[in-house]
């Protein structure tokens, strides 16, 4: 069974591209092996659906925007945001039947990103305040396809234990095992983990830090996460520079995931070129894609099918919550 292709999933919101990529036309996308098509509409706002004209079901991969509908690129049927038909250049008919209509679903613009739920979703966005803080910049990272879960993406962030044999950029090489969480807590939309790691400067972090190389340090480190599978990672470095990392995993298909990741972070271009931190942060996931690729994408949401050790005791929690989540999902869905 793959975990991420599970209907209960469809139910929440998902970032998909970069609200500037459909400034430049549609894009199409697929979401839980749902191909849907996205444009901005006349107002600017996002709209998400099916990737399939009701005509002749051509893609509408090749359509363009025309007043905010799209129009298919095959006979010219022109939809709006809600999916109905508003154009059928060759119709002579009074009125445009209601049942020429394709499927939309909920989208929505957030952190420069588009969102996008396949049902209502049971939860909102992941809220992220400093986001909208002005003492703090963003800076947003290109997003990948990666072969994996996502549900084995989320664990990864909380797992303390594989820095010190996956990582080059970050951790203590002479340390393997992981520091003990100072905080583990069931947040209504997520949890909360505070835990520190031991880790070793090196010059990527001396650049993307300002911190120094060649030397030891603790890292102070807190975690959200929100169901199902975006974290939020708060880093605090010694010279209370806060570096808050953003990783989110799109499901798409049985193997594969949507990497969509950014940093917000309270210091500016003169501190801290962009450059520098995305080299830094590019390096640390390219160690995480890569191990996670090799990683089996059916990763089960059972807690007894694969053996843990302690460090996986977060793991384990996000595993129960999404089975209770689910469980109670689909007793209410049969009713
Ligand atoms: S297939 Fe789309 S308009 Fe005919
Ligand atoms: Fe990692």
New binding site residues.
Partial sequence: MVIALEPFFESFFYPICPVSKLKKGPFAFTLMKQPIILWLDESGEPAAIDNK?C????TLTNGKVVKGNIQ?S????EYNSKGQCVKIPHYSGDEIPARYKIKAYHCKKSYDYVWVALKDPIMPIPDIPEFFNTNYRTIHFENRSWRCSPLAGIENNFDNAHHHYVHTQLGDKASAVPRRPEAIQEMENGLYFKSAINNYGNPLQAKAWNVKSNSKMNLPREFFWFIPFTVKMVLYLPNDLCNITIYSYTPIDETTCLWVSFIIRNDREVDVKTSDIVELSMAISYEDEAILEQVSPDVPLSLKEQKNMESDYVSLLIRKRLLELSSSYYNYNSL
Avoid: E, K
């Fill in positions: 004209c005509h002749r079901w051509a298919c095959n006979h010219g049927w």
